[in-house]
């Protein structure tokens, strides 16, 4: 399973960012889905996850409210919508697949077995 990211870039404080994270030849729809990202320095961590269907999703803390995931399985495709952007939302930002559905929507990156290469998201006026 490949998973390709795109739509990163630099926007200013309180803008907005898609994400998209695609498969080119596997459907999505047998995998948990979770976007995580990882800041100079720092530990990768959890951002939000969905289920197979779209039906549970999962979402830290420090993002409630301000991004959204989402997908399309025809399309195999995931999203994340990232408004009210702030500069500590600046990391490299990674999508990755787990079919371990008993573990839920979780948010570990040690539960993931599929990851894409990352998208650089540059918050800063």
């Known amino acids: 399973l490949q998973l390709v990211e795109s739509g990163g870039g630099l926007v200013q404080p309180g803008g907005s960012l898609r994400l998209a994270c695609a498969s080119s030849v596997f459907q999505l729809d047998y995998f948990t889905i979770g976007w995580f990202r990882q800041a100079p320095g720092k530990e990768r961590e959890g951002v939000s996850s969905?289920?197979?269907?779209?039906?549970?999703?999962n979402y830290a803390d420090s993002v409630k409210g301000r991004f959204t995931i989402s997908r399309d399985n025809a399309k195999k495709t995931v999203y994340l919508l990232m408004t009210s952007l702030k500069p500590e939302d600046t990391a490299v930002y990674y999508c990755?697949?787990?079919?371990?559905?008993?573990?839920?929507?979780?948010?570990?990156?040690?539960?993931?077995?599929?990851w894409g290469q990352g998208t650089q998201v540059t918050v800063s006026s």
């Open positions: 969905i289920s197979t269907g779209g039906e549970s999703t």
């Open positions: 990755a697949a787990t079919s371990r559905l008993w573990l839920g929507t979780t948010m570990s990156p040690d539960d993931y077995d599929y």
